[in-house]
Structures are given as structure tokens and as C-alpha cells.
């Protein structure tokens, strides 16, 4: 199977298995307004992205910086964005997916690593924070991920990654990523 075929494969098991991702009938055009934001959200991500990731240390400072792309398109316009992270010097590579959850109200982001780690991020439909469940640590515990995206403009956008390893009553900072959008994209 080839990688485009892959990726529709897993977005089809994806949407299957949650059946709120099917058209809701709009009751409210408060309702309306928020799955719009939802779907913006979506439109402003396609496309060629320059991507700095600071990795930084417990108190906040960068304790290391890569500089990787990513890429975003339409696998269902309006629906369902696929994408792909790559930083070469690390070599990482992610698969992604990003699709608004309409009868739910969220927008949800599933990403595999090249080591087939999966992280499954879920927020409000008219918000920049998206949360994963608590997952298994190798120590015996858990962590949670947050992501909180910002200052948003037309060519670019921030995103902040902290963790969690006591259910979200405290977080620590993961990582901060500044996004600008490749020069053949504008």
C-alpha cells in the first residue's frame, strides 16, 4: 500500500470509529459559529511549514533547538487535513491527522511517530488547547500532553507543548515550536 493509501486507510478507521464525526444538523448558529472556527483552524494549517522546535529543560530555557518542515493537505476538504513532521537531525518523522469532531464540538489531532508512537489530542472546536489522555510511563505512572497554539497570523503560529504527570493538576514546560509558512506557500 502506498503512503497516500496508508494515510487515507487510517483516516477512514479513524472516522469510522467515531461515529459524532458524521454530519450534526445545526441547531444553534452559536453551534455554527463554533465548527467554523473548527474548520479555520483546519484551513489555516495547509500547506509547507518552517518549523524551529526548542526542546526546553524544567525551568523553561532551550536546552536544545532542530529546525524540521511540515506539511499539511486535504484529504477531505472542509473535513480532514493529513500531514507529515520531519526533522532531518533528529531523524523524526511523524504522521498526522486533523479533523473537527462535529456533534462533539472538538477538533482532534492523531499523530504516529516513526517509532509508531501515538498521541491522540483533543480540544474545544473554538480553542487553541488541545489535551491527550494520560498514558502509560515506562516508570509505572503517566503523563498527559497539552498543546496550546498562539499568536496566530496568516504565515505563522506558535505552539507550546507541557506535560503533565500527575492527571493535569501541574505542568511542566516540553517544548515550544514556531511555525512559519514556506516562502513558495505564500
Do not use: C
Not at 522546535?53 to 477531505?76: H, M, N, P
Amino acid at each position: 500500500m502506498t503512503h497516500a493509501g496508508s494515510v487515507i486507510a487510517l483516516a477512514l478507521v479513524l472516522l469510522a470509529r467515531a461515529p459524532d464525526t458524521q454530519a450534526a444538523p445545526a441547531d444553534s448558529s452559536a453551534q455554527a459559529i463554533r465548527l467554523a472556527a473548527g474548520v479555520a483552524q483546519l484551513r489555516s494549517t495547509v500547506g509547507l511549514w518552517n518549523v524551529t522546535t526548542e526542546f526546553l529543560d524544567d525551568s523553561g530555557k532551550v536546552a536544545r533547538a532542530a529546525r524540521g518542515t511540515y506539511r499539511f493537505d486535504w484529504v477531505i476538504p472542509d473535513r480532514l487535513v493529513s500531514g507529515r513532521s520531519d526533522i532531518p537531525e533528529m531523524n523524526q518523522t511523524a504522521g498526522i491527522l486533523f479533523y473537527v469532531r462535529e456533534k462533539k464540538a472538538e477538533i482532534e489531532m492523531v499523530s504516529v511517530s516513526s517509532a509508531g508512537r501515538l498521541w491522540v489530542m483533543t480540544g474545544p472546536v473554538d480553542g487553541e488547547v488541545r489535551t491527550t489522555p494520560d498514558v502509560a510511563t515506562v516508570g509505572g505512572g503517566t503523563m498527559r500532553l497539552r498543546f496550546t497554539r498562539s499568536a496566530i497570523r496568516r504565515d505563522g503560529f506558535e505552539s507550546r507543548m507541557e506535560y503533565s504527570l500527575d492527571q493535569g493538576k501541574t505542568w511542566a514546560p516540553g517544548n515550544r515550536q514556531v511555525f512559519t509558512r514556506a516562502t513558495s506557500e505564500r
